[in-house]
């Protein structure tokens, strides 16, 4: 039987052991100490080769190899791998080290061992407060097209310049529909990449997006223009409570990955074309390349997703008859001196701020809404009756004005 660590008297008594010790003596020690054989001439040898003292030391007791443990050229490469997507503006932590690692044929190591290996090579800062994944509630579709979410985000561009990205996805598989960079947060840039997702893809049964004024203004009164677009698809438009963004967290994730794409990209686009351009490189590997979390095991890309499962059934358009039109818009230039806006023949007094300045007008057969070039909504009145010629601007409908500088709430 062997003693993990015998006493210090017993270690003593072997590395001093007397050449000329009879023969038994050996065994019958061990046997009497409790100690194996190998032991003692382990113990017996360093004495010899280092002196007494130096057998003393009990030294490590860890084992020479450990066939668990991750190859070092292996940790090399997971290391090397995650400075290569990090050069490239894409996301670089263990899981989606492990996915790259996965299709180059690789056997990657587990989440954790990668988490250690980054952390060991100066990679990463650890965050032992930050709040673990289960502390989220999430939910998902059941298929493809059952709900789509849409939000905007603004880009800064060469010169000070600033665009806004609309970015639609879909909620099951996560993959990009459409992406569009636009000059400002309006119904059209809304509509337009609404209408490209719809080509490409179909129209979805439901459509999530925030309460901004260019998406969706329902909670302040009246129906935008995207809204009554995808109405007369069947699609059941519907958003998350005001101020509360954690409804559109797929969206707010996906901004912070391109975000980090674009950060990357060697020059600053000047134009909207060339941001357009970087958008959609980054649409196509968000989609083909990169193995999204959300599926966990399965590690597939979104558009993997999206093919895996068969679509959610199409929604049934209205009957023409029951159609609402289409609200119409219009570009007016407020006149010198009083800012007053002529359109449906009747002139509504804006202000003097407004005079000169160019403004859209969004009108349907209920309502007229005024926005500045950026999609702000400045003023909103019913629609006066036919022969009415003029409506001072006290009698128009002042909305509440926006917590934030921007025009769109969340």
Sequence with gaps: M????????????????????????????????????????????????????????????????????????????????????????????????????RRRGLAPPSRATLARIFTRAGEVVPAPKKKPRSAYKRFAAAAPN?????????????????????????DHSRLALASLAARGETSE??????????ARHGAPQKFLSDNGLALN????????????????????PIT?????????????????TLFKYLSARPEQATTLAQLQAQID??????????EHQAHGALHLTPQEAWDRTPNAEPPTPPEPAARVPEPEIA????????????ILNCHFLLGTAWAGQRVRVLYDERT?????????????????????????????????????PHSRET
């Excluded at 329902?218 to 995808?230: D, E, F, M, Q, T």
């Design 2 to 101: 062997s003693v993990y660590e015998p006493d210090p008297q017993v270690r003593l008594k072997v590395a001093s052991w007397p050449e000329n010790a009879p023969r038994g003596a050996v065994a019958r020690f061990c046997r009497e100490n409790g100690v194996s054989r190998s032991w003692f001439y382990k113990v017996r040898a360093k004495a010899l080769a280092e002196g007494t003292w130096a057998a003393m030391e009990l030294g490590s007791h860890r084992p020479a190899t450990n066939p668990a443990q991750t190859p070092e050229d292996l940790a090399t490469l997971a290391v090397k791998i995650r400075r290569e997507l990090a050069a490239e503006g894409k996301d670089c932590g263990p899981l989606s080290v492990a996915a790259l690692m």
């Design 146 to 170: 059952e709900l789509w979410q849409i939000d905007a985000t603004d880009w800064p561009m060469a010169e000070g310049r600033k665009a806004v990205i609309f970015q639609v996805i879909d």
């Design 189 to 198: 840039a809304a509509i337009a990449v609404v209408r490209t997702a719809v």
């Design 217 to 236: 203004p329902s909670r302040r009164g009246y129906r935008g223009a995207l809204v009554a677009y995808l109405e007369s698809l069947g699609t059941r």
């Design 240 to 256: 998350g409570k005001p101020h509360k963004p954690t409804t559109q967290g797929k969206n707010e994730r996906f901004h912070q």
């Design 281 to 290: 490189a980054f649409d196509l590997y968000y989609n083909t390349e990169r």
């Design 331 to 342: 570009l007016r230039t407020g006149s010198r001196p009083k800012g007053i806006i002529t």
């Design 368 to 404: 007229i809404a005024f926005y500045d070039q950026h999609g702000t909504q400045i003023l909103t009145h019913p629609r006066p009756p036919k022969g009415t010629r003029f409506v001072p601007r006290s009698g128009l409908k002042h909305p509440a004005p926006p917590n934030r």
